[in-house]
């Protein structure tokens, strides 16, 4: 949920992945939920994410869901139409908290350090360190990283926009293309070595790297002041 999204762009020949439409039932997300049905709803996302590992989503049965869960088909069926109807809702749950976590990037005073900010938005990939890693891997959704990334993307030019007023729509667009990516690899590390870095550290160090970045812009900015 980094507003640099960690997220890269898709390049034309990457379609996302299209899903059968599919509908969850009503009782999918009440205001208020018992606690036994958080329970049971972890357990079908743990149990998807771990064959997520192994297989992609079309792959994947009710059937052997229901079994690494420890669930019955009954009760799934109590809560989802199918397998999609499940990813459908982890999918609206991280985005729903990635943006909480943006809102308080786009929010913060430009001159003031984005340490903080960076820091709550690592924890969400920590708290979601589940999906996330599924979803950087063989079998991600597609589709669904696209929409984050398009997310991350508003955000941080709406952000460097206000920042650098001169500089323009493209070269805003090559900044976040080039930070971006450079975070996915960030990310990847982080996770691959057990995410064992602080928050506040990991922070730190994506200020300076965000921080060289924007030299580019500055630079590009101060051009165009000069017509050059």
Not at 88 to 114: D, H, M, Y
């Amino acid at each position: 949920m980094i507003p640099l999204n960690i997220f890269p762009v898709l390049s034309s020949s990457e379609k996302p992945i299209q899903k059968p439409e599919t509908k969850t039932s009503p009782n999918s997300s009440p205001k208020k939920l018992d606690h036994r049905i958080v329970m049971t709803r972890r357990l079908f996302r743990q149990a998807l994410t771990e064959l997520l590992r192994q297989k992609p989503l079309q792959g994947i049965t009710v059937k052997e869901l229901c079994q690494k869960a420890g669930v019955n088909r009954g009760t799934f069926y109590s809560h989802y139409t199918d397998i999609f109807a499940l990813m459908e809702q982890i999918e609206r749950e991280v985005s729903e908290e990635l943006s909480q976590a943006l809102e308080e990037f786009t929010s913060r005073n430009p001159e003031s350090s984005p340490v903080s900010v960076y820091a709550s938005i690592l924890q969400f990939f920590r708290n979601n360190s589940d999906i996330c890693v599924v979803l950087l891997s063989d079998y991600g959704d597609r589709s669904f990283v696209e929409k984050l990334f398009q997310t991350g993307r508003e955000s941080c030019i709406a952000v460097y926009g206000n920042m650098y007023p001169n500089a323009s729509r493209e070269q805003l667009d090559l900044f976040y293309s080039f930070i971006s990516s450079g975070c996915i690899g960030l990310l990847r590390y982080w996770i691959d070595t057990g995410m064992t870095l602080s928050e506040e550290t990991l922070a730190k160090g994506l200020e300076h790297l965000v921080g060289g970045a924007q030299q580019y812009l500055k630079e590009t900015e101060k051009d165009r002041k000069q017509g050059l």
